[in-house]
């Protein structure tokens, strides 16, 4: 309510529905999302991250203490009834322009927690905590290979690709990317607006199929046809499987992809969504 006892202005109600939103989701995922208590759970989150990533850290305890001791957005995702269960974390800053941005740097969910939408709770929380400091929109960087991500960024979240970042953070050395190339998509989330799970995109018929899944697993690259302006783009159905099982085949489908997205991006087509069954639909005037 307003002083005077009339209705929430628009700001506040969409505040009180990003919090109510994000409540409700970490309740029926069966977790609870909070800031670290101190070093020992700052510690318990970065042990969580290394669980996921490996060797080197995706960020230390002490940077992890220092962003959050200055306001960053630093979580844990832990049991609703001991905290000291520690099953995610997630770690942001602010970034410009003028601090109207939160950059999400990390955040990871432990192997045994997903598909149950503890992914989707956790940017609903980050998305309540960035609305009441006076944000409008988060960006982060996800790995374009993996269609688990690419679903929830883009069809869950309603996030739009920006960018597309070739090699972005060079070689890590952790278990995820091993010493490939780490090609990203760069997103960005506007948050400023009532929020509702979305749709995947469909697949409009005539549409041509520019990087496909062979029989046997491998990509399969196809010429563009002369003067489309919308082309499907596949990704193989569990990338990180590949780079555990098929090394060889992974580092493939990293050529493949990154091989189609370049010319496809300069040439005017955007990522407009993607589809149920794997494929980002690429849009635009060529």
Same mark, same amino acid.
């Given at each position: 309510m307003t002083d005077d006892g009339g209705?929430?202005?628009?700001?506040?109600?969409?505040?009180?529905?990003?919090?109510?939103?994000?409540?409700?989701?970490?309740?029926?995922?069966?977790?609870?999302?909070?800031?670290?208590?101190?070093?020992?759970?700052?510690?318990?989150?970065?042990?969580?991250?290394?669980?996921i990533w490996g060797e080197p850290d995706a960020l230390s305890a002490t940077a992890m203490r220092a962003l959050q001791h200055v306001g960053g957005y630093v979580m844990t995702v832990h049991e609703p009834a001991d905290p000291a269960v520690v099953v995610g974390a997630s770690a942001a800053f602010f970034a410009a322009p003028q601090h109207r941005r939160l950059h999400s740097h990390v955040t990871g969910v432990r192997a045994d927690r997903r598909g149950r939408h503890v992914g989707t709770?956790?940017?609903?929380?980050?998305?309540?905590?960035?609305?009441?400091?006076?944000?409008?929109?988060?960006?982060?960087?996800?790995?374009?290979?993996?269609?688990?991500?690419?679903?929830?960024?883009?069809?869950?979240?309603?996030?739009?690709?920006?960018a597309y970042l070739p090699d972005f953070y060079g070689a890590t050395g952790d278990l995820v990317n091993a010493d490939g190339p780490t090609d990203r998509f760069e997103v960005v989330?506007?948050?400023?607006?009532?929020?509702?799970?979305?749709?995947?995109?469909?697949?409009?018929?005539?549409?041509?199929?520019?990087? $496909?899944?062979? /029989? +046997?697993? %491998?990509?399969?690259? &196809? #010429?563009?046809?002369? *003067?489309?302006?919308?082309? !499907?783009? =596949?990704?193989?159905?569990?990338?990180?499987?590949?780079? $555990?099982?098929? /090394? +060889?085949? %992974?580092?493939?489908? &990293? #050529?493949?992809?990154? *091989?189609?997205?370049?010319? !496809?991006? =300069?040439?005017?087509l955007a990522v407009t969504g993607f589809t149920l069954d794997g494929h980002y639909l690429m849009e635009g005037s060529r």
């Open positions: 209705p929430p202005a628009p700001g506040a109600r969409l505040l009180a529905e990003a919090w109510a939103q994000a409540q409700d989701l970490c309740r029926a995922a069966g977790v609870a999302v909070s800031a670290p208590e101190g070093p020992a759970q700052v510690a318990r989150a970065v042990a969580v991250l290394r669980e709770a956790l940017k609903l929380h980050q998305r309540a905590w960035a609305l009441e400091r006076g944000l409008d929109a988060i960006s982060w960087t996800f790995d374009p290979l993996v269609g688990r991500n690419a679903h929830l960024n883009l069809t869950r979240l309603g996030a739009r690709v920006e989330w506007d948050i400023a607006r009532p929020w509702a799970p979305g749709t995947p995109a469909e697949r409009p018929p005539g549409t041509p199929v520019v990087l $496909a899944v062979s /029989p +046997d697993g %491998a990509p399969s690259t &196809r #010429a563009v046809p002369s *003067g489309a302006d919308r082309v !499907l783009v =596949a990704v193989p159905r569990d990338v990180e499987s590949l780079r $555990a099982r098929q /090394p +060889d085949l %992974a580092r493939e489908w &990293r #050529a493949a992809l990154h *091989g189609t997205l370049v010319p !496809l991006l =300069a040439d005017g």
